[in-house]
């Protein structure tokens, strides 16, 4: 069991991990100095293939084979993305998405 | 503080907040969540207050609950913190053009550049008239507010709290699912969507759901530098202020 110090300790140490990973690409390439063009390409390249990993990540836990097969999931995706292409605006295909998987995964699954 | 500038605050704030309104929801929900784990694992409710002020970063938090309840172990938990949040430091990458001359406020941008603010602020248009700084501010302040008042209010209320909200954290996925659509509809090739799913399917497979992170943006980044040429020659790749389409 920690004491009350060593839990601040270990608060302060994951605050202090986190801004690290936060601060260092504006530490590392300041604004006053170009940036190197390798990363500016990154900065460029990297958004889509973190977006893909971000939506992967969040469906980490869906069990494909046993459970529901990912069955809500994949509805409730489908339904978000046919009502971000019909409106093209944010609110709706994600108030759309979330209730469609909330009403399956409550009443149905 | 002049009220030209008070001014300037208050519509950039306004036109900033209906795009955090999803952020809102998934951050009380899950906000709730963790701070009633908090409450249940026999922490007060100033733990989960002082952790979303600080850390602001919803994996590692749920992640700390178990590091708090063992032993103290100040290398490994540095080790263990700096590997979940690895991927803020892509996040900087990306937002290296868009933080450019904002003065004093950019600090506070890159302490609160978590997930959904990365999000939000990467793929969002600043609208005419706003001032870019106070609404990229305004966004990254909305969502460390949300984080914050729903942990703590988790903490107090502890296992007070009756969830029938089954199935709400969706709402997380459906943003991040609608965010990769308008980034994907603004890319004439698809070369780094295909490869970022790719690397979190290949990974995840091998790796298993708990540790997939740092091995995908291993693979993400040597794709990336392996076909940089044909990815540049696709062109399509977005990245400068002015674009974005996206309302709210």
Redesign the interface.
């Known amino acids: 069991m920690m004491t009350v110090t060593e839990r601040i300790i270990t608060i302060a140490i994951c605050a202090f991990a986190t801004m690290f990973t936060r601060f260092l690409p504006f530490l590392v390439f300041p604004e006053k100095k170009p940036t190197p063009k390798y990363i500016t390409y990154l900065g460029k390249a990297l958004p889509s293939a973190i977006f893909a990993m971000l939506i992967v990540y969040c469906l980490r836990n869906v069990e494909l084979v046993g459970g529901n097969n990912g069955i809500p999931e994949a509805l409730a995706i489908i339904v978000t993305c046919a009502l971000y292409f019909w409106r093209r605006q944010m609110l709706l295909p994600i108030a759309g998405g979330t209730i469609s998987y909330m009403l399956l995964v409550q009443l149905v699954f | 503080m002049t009220k030209a500038k008070s001014a300037v605050r208050r519509k950039a704030f306004l036109a900033a907040f209906?795009?955090t309104?999803?952020i809102f929801?998934g951050f009380w929900f899950l906000g709730l969540v963790y701070g009633v784990y908090m409450n249940v694992s026999g922490f007060s409710f100033w733990?989960p207050m002082?952790?979303s002020l600080?850390?602001?970063?919803g994996s590692?938090?749920f992640f700390?609950v178990t590091?708090?309840?063992?032993?103290?172990a100040?290398l490994e938990?540095?080790l263990l913190?700096?590997m979940i949040?690895?991927?803020?430091?892509?996040?900087?990458?990306?937002?290296?053009?868009k933080?450019?001359?904002l003065g004093w406020k950019?600090f506070y941008l890159?302490?609160a550049?978590c997930?959904e603010t990365f999000?939000l602020n990467?793929t969002l248009k600043v609208p005419v008239g706003i001032d870019r700084g106070w609404f990229y501010f305004s966004v990254s302040l909305l969502n460390h507010l949300y984080w914050f008042t729903g942990s703590t209010l988790g903490g107090i209320l502890g296992s007070m709290i009756n969830f029938n909200?089954?199935?709400?954290e969706?709402?997380?996925?459906?943003?991040?699912?609608?965010?990769?659509?308008?980034?994907?509809s603004k890319?004439k090739k698809?070369y780094?969507?295909?490869?970022?799913?790719f690397?979190?399917?290949v990974s995840?497979v091998a790796f298993g759901?708990e540790s997939?992170?740092l091995p995908?943006?291993v693979i993400?980044?040597l794709?990336?530098t392996l076909f940089?040429k044909p990815?540049?020659k696709a062109g399509g790749?977005?990245?400068s202020i002015s674009e974005g389409?996206?309302?709210?």
């Open positions: 209906p795009y309104i999803p929801a733990y002082l952790m600080t850390v602001f970063g590692l938090e700390m590091m708090l309840l063992s032993t103290v100040p938990t540095l913190a700096l949040q690895a991927r803020h430091v892509f996040y900087g990458i990306a937002m290296l053009e933080y450019r001359n950019r890159y302490f550049l997930d999000s990467y909200t089954q199935g709400l969706f709402v997380m996925t459906a943003l991040f699912v609608v965010i990769f659509l308008e980034q994907w890319e698809h780094t969507a295909v490869a970022g799913f690397a979190s399917i995840l759901p997939f992170l995908t943006m993400i980044l794709l990336l940089r990815v540049e790749l977005t990245a389409t996206v309302d709210p």
